[in-house]
Nanobody, 122 residues
């Protein structure tokens, strides 16, 4: 059974940094993408970043390019999202997801984590 467990959320002032972690278990190999999505109150869930199998390549939403970094440790089965220069508009529930598709879209997600809250105050 596949499980994704996020951690690392919290409250931070604008301009600060946070690092989210996603522990993945239940897969028999590493042939899956892992992505981060977020959902702010009253808004649709949107893709933030994705990392391909083996960490060979990454993709980011335009709103976070240059500020967020996604990476993965296949030995620890953990994916990280380093968030720098945070803005108030980054405030949302952040979800880790596993998918067998490279497109950063909720339509292709196979498994979801429970989410971790990130709050950025200005």
């Amino acid at each position: 059974q596949v499980h994704l467990v996020e951690s690392g959320g919290g409250s931070v002032q604008a301009g600060g940094s946070l690092r989210l972690s996603c522990a993945v278990s239940g897969f028999t190999d590493s042939s899956y993408c892992v992505a981060w999505f977020r959902q702010a109150p009253g808004k649709e869930r949107e893709g933030v970043a994705t990392i391909y199998p083996g960490g060979s390549s990454t993709s980011y939403a335009d709103s976070v390019k240059g500020r967020f970094i996604i990476d993965r440790n296949n030995v620890k089965n953990t994916v990280y999202l380093q968030m720098n220069s945070l803005k108030s508009e980054d405030t949302a529930m952040y979800y880790c997801a596993a998918l067998f598709h490279k497109r950063l879209s909720v339509d292709y997600v196979n498994y979801w984590g429970q989410g971790t809250q990130v709050t950025v105050s200005s």
